[in-house]
């Protein structure tokens, strides 16, 4: 099959790759950038477990070709942490243990990530609705809305619910 | 300060939060193969060939298997819960002869690149000779035609039920079925697979569960011995019984790995896992008691058969088994008998999935107590009150073995549970409300149901730890992780026995090439067994701490103390303090005081047990019904669940939460639905519904600690399945309540469909329709 040039611009990062035209954005950024925290649960759009944020907004990187996200700014949850401190999304769900397995976790990050961006205080309402876009087999959910409530608590200024833990 | 019993955060949490987990997805090596399977399109046929030969000629397909390719390779055995004349019912790596359901792996190509690998499979030719489908569990077919599909049967009894059902006053029987669904992780499976020429050593990733003992299953299968075949645990997506059990692909990939001399990676693409990876659940139950004039129940008599799909799978008979030995649940119950029918069918293999046989066997026996309080007048919680097995009675023997193992209630205190929930309940006031919001009209209702669990299955588990020279310690078990949380568990046990401080402890774990027996992570035995063990080897190393300690002080060591990793002579604040690295180091090599204490400061210690806890407890759900859309919802959960202890009750919780929400999927949702050929409409996302945060209520989580196992140094109990277990039965009582028909709900999934069916009943008998006693069952007297 015949090949494409692709500037892919993840995390402030470029990446120029050559690649089928049918290769997903999510195996580009997994197997062509080396990204491996975006992860595949379904490969059809329903789990989330693939969102990043594409030009600012949650998308399902299974669903996208690489070829359609020349030169946008991508963001995957690598980019979430400097390395020393966490994001306060990821922050939250360690405190609030919002996550067992953790495979689901990075697309409920950057889903929340990009959520809170458009609206950075979500009814409770709202916030499951956002939520319900992504599947978690783990957790039943109850500690994901704690954190993500606490997380956006804390980004709009005020500050987070105290965690329920030691140390 | 213990640990023991703090909600101190996961130490797991770093890699999984920042995208640096190791996936099996993620774990690629240079130069790899990819593996893609054909599977078979039929329920059932006969295969007449394969066609291979243009898939064979594409650029950058190395290879193309069928059975033929593999036949020096046997079936897949068994791992636990084996009774005699299964080894025909097992499934070979490639379909031989035969295909058994849609999905079963035919073929399985090897190409350069997942993509390319993907076309050449669709373009291999099966030819299959079609035959009629057997998808009816109660009517056994043929496994071959000189082969019975009842591939075994189990049977569980005690007492004199014969008896029982002489001196009954009331004789109630119902038919009731578990719907066919699954554990589901996030994550699909994979193998990545290495061979390495020179030591001849084969190392697979993506190993989960069980690695040891899926060691020694590959080194029989491929003719290895098992020190030249490793097998390594990274992050796994959930487990919930499916994930980590040998299947025909973990076994392909590495045969290919040793025969192409190149890394071999496969993937599970999310249809694959859910036709391809165990099902489970799908029972369907004829179960009958004898009940006393006051409501004991003199004797219970079921019969069930259990739908086991294609062929029987590594677990054998541990799911009918399990179903069969602990139906009998929290009551006295004088007289017993459950048969069990394995009968294979043409659907996917079934295996084991949280709780397995105690979510189907607390369903039909909550839902036979339920049909007893409605045959009887009496409220359904007293009559439990009545049945109950008394703290006085323990431990208790139940007359029956379950894998193995004789099933003997270590320690429970069920009315207090029951009054524990009744409480968090506010029950009669509860009631008193849904009574009137349903004469206004609404359909809500209330349902409550009791469960015995088990945990800790032995027989033993092996834990190492040792103090690196920097005093850093690390615990190196044969357990595993599926995402539980036993890292930070036994972390906090090793920190408590040890006197270490916890950001000081590293948890090794599913790595064959570290320690040389472990049993995994199954059967909620991680914080029980491994627990144990850990606690064990920490105190002993702790003992060989204070040793050295003390001729380094110059002190008796029983005058010394270690915590927070720091070694000081008792009740003398201002005297000199030891690290833990300093210790180490007074162990260099060629010192004197390794020459006396030996080189390294490390513990090994085994815990055996031949009995399983048990732990148990209550759930309760409230439902609201839409008499417009069919749909049930949940709008209240509560689960009462004693662990004897609870090392770290956030994580608990997280457990009770999560299993509950899979409970819920189950009794509404989740359903593997076949067509009448055999077909598997449940393919993707869009057909095996699970519940989002959408369909989830807030789940309030009573942890007690109100009755400590005997048999074990921690007091654990396991709690990993306690959320599951009777959410099918409370949320079936709920849905009666709310249709004001007791026994309405005889099947799970209660899904739109099936709900219309029980409104319609509804509004044609009217809500004085008695709804149990589906097979006829007569009262008697005298």
Redesign the interface.
């Known amino acids: 099959m015949s090949q494409v040039d692709v500037r892919l611009s993840v995390n402030g990062e470029l990446h120029a790759i050559r690649v089928?035209p049918?290769?997903t954005l999510a195996d580009a950024l997994?197997?062509r950038c080396g990204?491996?925290?975006?992860?595949?649960?379904?490969?059809?759009g329903?789990?989330g477990?693939c969102t990043v944020l594409v030009d600012g907004l949650p998308v399902r990187s299974c669903l996208m070709f690489a070829v359609q996200c020349n030169d946008v700014p991508i963001a995957?949850?690598?980019g979430?942490?400097d390395?020393v401190s966490?994001h306060p999304l990821?922050q939250a769900?360690?405190?609030h243990?919002g996550?067992?397995?953790?495979?689901?976790?990075?697309g409920f990050?950057m889903l929340a990530v990009g959520a809170l961006a458009e609206n950075p205080d979500p009814t409770d309402d709202e916030l499951?609705?956002i939520?319900?876009?992504?599947?978690?087999?783990?957790?039943?959910?109850?500690?994901?809305?704690t954190a993500v409530k606490a997380a956006a608590e804390q980004m709009r200024g005020g500050t987070a619910p105290g965690?329920?833990?030691?140390? | 300060m213990s640990y023991l019993g703090q909600s101190v955060r996961r130490i797991e949490d770093w890699p999984l939060l920042t995208g640096r987990a190791r996936f099996v997805a993620d774990v690629s090596f240079p130069g790899q193969l990819y593996m893609r399977v054909v599977r078979s399109p039929v329920a059932s046929g006969r295969i007449i060939g394969v066609d291979t030969a243009d898939v064979k000629k594409m650029v950058g397909v190395v290879s193309v298997w069928s059975a033929a390719d593999v036949a020096h390779i046997p079936p897949i055995d068994f791992r636990m819960t084996v009774v005699p004349g299964l080894e025909p019912y097992r499934q070979p790596i490639l379909a031989t002869g035969f295909v058994r359901y849609v999905g079963e792996p035919v073929a399985v190509v090897f190409a350069d690149d997942p993509y390319l690998a993907e076309d050449a499979a669709d373009g291999v030719f099966i030819d299959i000779d079609e035959l009629d489908p057997d998808l009816d569990p109660t009517n056994p077919g043929r496994f071959h035609p000189d082969l019975t599909a009842e591939a075994a049967i189990v049977l569980k009894e005690y007492g004199d039920l014969e008896q029982a059902f002489a001196r009954a006053s009331e004789v109630v029987e119902l038919r009731l079925s578990v719907g066919r669904h699954s554990g589901v992780p996030m994550e699909t499976r994979g193998s990545v697979a290495t061979w390495d020429v020179d030591s001849a050593t084969l190392r697979m990733y993506g190993a989960a569960k069980v690695p040891h003992y899926n060691r020694k299953a590959l080194a029989s299968m491929l003719g290895l011995d098992e020190d030249h075949i490793h097998l390594h645990e990274g992050h796994v997506g959930g487990g919930f019984g499916v994930r980590g059990e040998l299947y025909p692909e973990d076994v392909l990939v590495c045969a290919a790995t040793m025969k192409f001399e190149r890394p071999l990676k496969w993937i599970e693409d999310r249809r694959e896992h859910l036709i391809a990876t165990n099902h489970s659940r799908d029972q369907v139950h004829r179960i009958r008691a004898a009940v006393g004039a006051d409501g004991f129940v003199l004797g219970i008599d079921d019969e069930f058969w259990q739908d086991q799909g294609g062929y029987v799978r590594t677990h054998a008979v541990t799911v009918s088994d399990l179903t069969a030995a602990l139906l009998a649940g929290p009551y006295v119950v004088p007289a017993f008998r459950s048969t069990g029918h394995v009968v294979l069918t043409n659907k996917t293999p079934a295996g084991t999935y949280r709780a397995p046989g105690r979510y189907e066997g607390s369903f039909v026996r909550e839902r036979l107590f339920d049909a007893i309080a409605a045959r009887m007048e009496i409220d359904p919680v007293e009559l439990r009150r009545v049945n109950l097995i008394g703290p006085d009675q323990m431990p208790f023997e139940r007359g029956v073995d379950a894998l193995g193992t004789s099933v003997v209630y270590d320690s429970g205190r069920y009315a207090d549970a029951l009054d524990t929930a009744i409480a968090e309940l506010d029950y009669s006031r509860l009631r008193d409300e849904i009574a009137g919001r349903r004469a206004r009209g609404e359909l809500v209702g209330l349902g409550v149901a009791l469960f015995v669990e088990k945990s800790g299955l032995g027989p033993n588990d092996e834990v190492r730890v040792t103090i690196g020279r920097a005093g850093n310690v690390e615990v190196v078990t044969g357990a595993a992780s599926l995402g539980q949380g036993m890292e930070t568990v036994v972390a906090q046990v090793c920190a408590d026995y040890l006197g270490a401080d916890l950001a000081a402890i590293r948890v090794i774990h599913g790595q064959t090439d570290l320690i040389g027996q472990g049993m995994g992570a199954f059967a909620s035995r991680v914080t029980v067994m491994t627990g144990s063990a850990t606690a064990r080897a920490s105190a002993d190393l702790k003992v060989k701490v204070l040793a050295v300690a003390g001729d380094l002080l110059e002190a008796d060591p029983a005058d010394l103390d270690l915590t927070g990793g720091l070694i000081s002579v008792k009740d003398s604040p201002g005297s000199s303090r030891l690290t833990l690295a300093e210790v180490a180091e007074a162990l260099t090599s060629g010192s004197e005081m390794a020459g006396r204490h030996g080189p390294q400061l490390e513990a090994t210690s085994i815990f055996t047990t031949t009995h399983m806890t048990y732990p148990y407890g209550v759930h309760a759900a409230v439902v609201e019904i839409d008499p417009e859309t069919y749909e049930c919802r949940v709008v209240r959960y509560l689960v009462v669940y004693d662990v004897g202890r609870a090392i770290n009750p956030m994580l608990i919780d997280g457990q009770i939460v999560g299993a509950a929400a899979q409970g819920i999927g189950g009794a509404l949702l989740e359903e593997f639905v076949y067509d009448d050929h055999g077909q598997p409409l449940a393919t993707s996302f869009m057909d095996y519904l699970m519940p989002t945060v959408s369909e989830m209520p807030e789940v309030t989580a009573i942890i007690t600690e109100m009755a400590p196992s005997p048999l074990n140094p921690l007091g654990v109990k396991g709690a990993g399945e306690g959320g599951i277990n009777a959410a099918g039965a409370a949320i079936a009582a709920a849905v009666d309540d709310a249709l004001g028909i007791p026994g309405a709900v005889t099947a799970l999934p209660i899904t739109p469909d099936r709900m219309r069916e029980l409104l319609a009943g509804r509004s044609q008998a009217g809500p004085t329709l008695i709804g149990f006693g589906l097979i006829g069952s007569v009262g008697r007297s005298g």
């Not at chain 1, 990204?35 to 059809?44: A, D, I």
């Open positions: 089928e049918r290769l997994r197997d990204l491996t925290g975006t992860h595949l649960g379904c490969e059809h329903v789990c477990a995957t949850v690598e979430l942490s390395g966490l990821q769900f360690w405190d243990h996550l067992q397995c953790g495979f689901c976790t990075p990050l499951r609705q939520l319900s876009s992504n599947l978690c087999r783990c957790t039943g959910y109850q500690n994901i809305v965690a329920p833990s030691i140390s």
